[in-house]
């Protein structure tokens, strides 16, 4: 069933949750959505052709509003264009994509809707992301180190606003509390205008909050807490070493070809060179955290080495590289040099 919700002059905010086989932490989602202050929000709810007539009952069961269900009778096999297929049928003025196995909490649309509100300029309002893990408990900074994500995050929180530029440059540099952009608020127009989310793995987000900030505004919403489950499969970390290789060239592709930021960089020619090599450094130095770390202990010695030149060559990543298995080699000698004297 559809109904278009609008409450005043509130404006309605899809909020869309695809969803392929899993279905056991929707309830959970579906719960916080129900528990929103704000009015106006249209809930589109898309099966990506693995559920059976169960998925709209437990919608039904969880979720008392009205709400929008679509599915595809076929499976899409690109994550982004089912994204796409809901930017499509969302009804909303605004567009928050959810996943099914996290959690807002009750200010979550009224905040981003506000932030988007009082500043035509800003083209996308970023949550304040939490983590829990994979059972819902919510993860404190000293735990952030036993689960995929990394080493613990104690960095300071974004302005409430900042420009497009400020945005990349604490984002790579690290300087602020980022951790996902795969849930934030953004005029639905624009992501439809902008072509959607680009067919990638991981990153398709992150292209997003990229098009529509550069040239404008983002504003960070403290207020606005999102609950982002904390595991492998849900951050993307299952995919091989060479299928994210292969994302990173998409990126890189991207970043020179998309027509939003090739229109940035003709009418900032100061600042895109900027842009431009900050992102790709954030792209190889994921790729280069990942081979040293989680790739090793997944792959064999040889497999390991020959990931480790996957990437399109990029000067910095195989300068650091090349200075990188030197130490290693050099490392393997001496060990192998005291075991010979002993």
Request: hydrophobic share 40%; net charge negative.
């Amino acid at each position: 069933m559809t109904e278009n919700m609008s409450v005043g002059d509130a404006p309605l905010v899809t909020v869309a949750i695809p969803l392929y086989k899993r279905l056991r932490f929707l309830p959970q989602c579906l719960q916080s959505l129900a528990a929103q202050d704000y009015p106006a929000i249209e809930l589109l709810v898309s099966d990506n052709g693995e559920n059976g007539p169960e998925l709209r009952d437990l919608v039904a069961e969880h979720y008392p509003r009205p709400f929008t269900y679509r599915r595809n009778d076929v499976s899409e096999p690109a994550m982004s264009r089912h994204f796409n297929q809901l930017v499509d049928c969302a009804q909303g003025e605004y567009f928050v994509l959810l996943c099914d196995d996290d959690k807002v909490e009750p200010g979550f649309v009224s905040s981003l809707i506000t932030a988007m509100e009082s500043d035509p300029e800003v083209g996308v309002a970023i949550p304040h992301v939490k983590l829990m893990d994979e059972g819902g408990k919510p993860l404190e900074s000293e735990e952030y180190a036993a689960v995929p994500y990394g080493r613990p995050d104690l960095k300071k929180l974004p302005p409430p606003v900042m420009t497009g530029l400020d945005l990349v440059r604490g984002w790579v540099s690290g300087e602020y509390r980022f951790k996902t952009f795969i849930t934030t608020m953004a005029r639905t127009s624009e992501i439809a205008s902008g072509g959607g989310y680009p067919v990638m793995v991981t990153g398709d987000d992150d292209a997003i909050v990229l098009r529509l900030s550069l040239g404008r505004k983002a504003a960070f919403c403290e207020e606005a807490v999102f609950w982002n489950r904390a595991y492998v499969t849900s951050g993307g970390l299952e995919i091989s070493a060479w299928e994210l290789a292969g994302d990173i060239r998409t990126w890189l592709d991207f970043l020179d070809s998309d027509p939003w930021l090739r229109r940035y960089a003709y009418e900032h020619p100061d600042t895109w060179p900027e842009v431009r090599g900050l992102m790709r450094q954030k792209a190889w130095r994921t790729y280069r955290h990942r081979w040293k770390t989680m790739y090793r202990d997944r792959l064999s010695t040889g497999e390991w080495l020959r990931a480790g030149f996957a990437l399109p060559y990029i000067p910095e990543y195989y300068a650091w590289l090349s200075r990188f298995l030197v130490r290693q080699g050099l490392s393997t000698t001496k060990r192998r040099l005291r075991g010979e004297r002993a």
